[in-house]
């Protein structure tokens, strides 16, 4: 066995657990961090022989991934951080277990995501990249100026953990599969866009970037001052990635990932518009009270 703790943060992912969890046998241990879902997710969990820790959000943080990492259920040092829509491939799997066979190098490493839409797994187009396989004694999170927005949930949100050590990069890839309805997909991603967007206007995403390496900082700083995000994030997934080589399926993503980099762009435009109606409408009685009869 892997001497590694997989934690899988669920809240109602019944749907998706059971692809998740039939990939990782060959793992020590299995947690499922289940936040009283209202499905079967704690029962497919049990079924498969993981172990289910109930998580109850008391909107402070530790939230949820860093609260896992510190739990004393958590038996290995090296905790692999899946979501339940994120399939691990036979080659990671593989690539996982010679690395703590041999002995890693680094304190955490990156892994890639492949991602399928529309049912079909995409060869080309973007790939999310993400801090996944941690070793928890070097391992915390941030904590941004964010537990007061509106709709905000009890998962960090995107941003990495911050490492005391080097960071290293896996050459496998997982599947990102999401099987819920497209619906389920615009509404977490209009949470997400929310999010951002309120934290950008308070300075946290720059706070946030600020604890990651050089090049990801300058280009993820970049691409927040780029006019017209939506359009580069499209162009760059399905022009510069070749996703028009994945046709159909190719298209929509890139659309879909555009879509959701004008939904940030509108929510900020909101909260400033939205600023200045409450200013106006402040100084609106003033104004009366200050006009002789």
Request: aromatic letters at 10%; glycine letters at 6%.
């Amino acid at each position: 066995m892997i001497p590694v703790s997989v934690v899988i943060p669920t809240k109602n992912e019944a749907v998706n657990l059971p692809h998740c969890l039939a990939a990782l046998k060959a793992f020590d241990q299995v947690i499922v961090c289940d936040s009283e879902s209202a499905d079967a997710t704690a029962a497919i969990a049990r079924r498969f022989g993981a172990e289910v820790l109930p998580f109850v959000w008391n909107r402070q943080y530790p939230k949820k991934k860093e609260w896992s990492l510190k739990h004393p259920s958590v038996r290995n040092d090296w905790v692999f951080m899946l979501d339940a829509d994120e399939i691990v491939s036979l080659a990671l799997v593989q690539e996982i277990s010679a690395l703590l066979r041999q002995g890693p190098r680094c304190s955490a490493y990156f892994i890639e995501g492949r991602f399928v839409f529309l049912g079909e797994q995409l060869r080309f187009g973007h790939r999310n990249c993400k801090m996944m396989l941690v070793d928890r004694r070097r391992t915390t999170f941030p904590h941004p100026d964010d537990l007061d927005i509106p709709g905000g949930w009890e998962v960090e949100g995107h941003y990495q953990p911050t490492i005391d050590g080097r960071i290293g990069r896996l050459k496998s890839s997982l599947l990102h599969w999401d099987r819920k309805p497209a619906a389920a997909y615009f509404g977490r991603h209009d949470l997400y866009a929310d999010w951002e967007a309120r934290l950008a206007q308070r300075g946290g995403l720059a706070k946030l970037a600020a604890s990651e390496s050089l090049s990801r900082r300058l280009m993820k700083t970049a691409f927040r001052k780029i006019p017209g995000r939506w359009l580069t994030a499209f162009l760059h997934s399905y022009v510069l990635k070749l996703g028009f080589l994945d046709g159909s399926a190719g298209f929509h993503f890139a659309m879909a990932r555009g879509f959701y980099y004008w939904q940030i762009a509108l929510r900020g435009r909101t909260l400033v518009a939205e600023a200045k109606v409450a200013e106006n409408a402040g100084s609106a009685p003033a104004a009366l009270a200050s006009q002789k009869p």
